[in-house]
């Protein structure tokens, strides 16, 4: 079992940064791809970024490629997803998600991804 708790999120304007945080407990991430979603209302759950067991590989969605950047601190064992030039249409719930797949790829399709988290919500306006 693995739990995932995502923090950060909140209200902004346009323009502005957040940093969102998924900290896991009952398992270490280390050796897991990882990844980032969100859900707007009416809107099926989509990729945003992922991030490979290693690190060393980043993956993006092309809506917010040079705007947000995926990282992990396997020590603190969480994962960040720091949003910048944020824009109204990036407005959604935004889950984290872990492949529990020993050195598997990030994925971008949800079903790929064994645990979530509850969810954060990030809202910009205009």
């Known amino acids: 079992q693995v739990q995932l708790v995502e923090s950060g999120g909140g209200l902004v304007q346009a323009g502005e940064s957040l940093r969102l945080s998924c900290a896991a407990s009952?398992?270490?991430?280390?050796?897991?791809?990882m990844g980032w979603f969100r859900q707007a209302p009416g809107k099926e759950r989509e990729f945003v970024a992922g991030i490979r067991w290693s690190g060393g590989s980043t993956y993006y969605a092309d809506s917010v490629k040079g705007r947000f950047t995926i990282s992990r601190d396997d020590a603190k064992n969480t994962v960040y997803l720091q949003m910048s030039s944020l824009k109204p249409e990036d407005t959604a719930v935004y889950y984290c998600?872990?492949?529990?797949?020993?050195?598997?790829?990030?994925?971008?399709?949800?079903?790929?991804?064994?645990?979530w988290g509850q969810g954060t919500q990030v809202t910009v306006s205009s």
């Open positions: 998600a872990v492949r529990l797949r020993y050195y598997a790829s990030a994925s971008g399709r949800p079903d790929d991804y064994d645990y």
């Open positions: 009952g398992r270490t991430l280390s050796g897991y791809s």
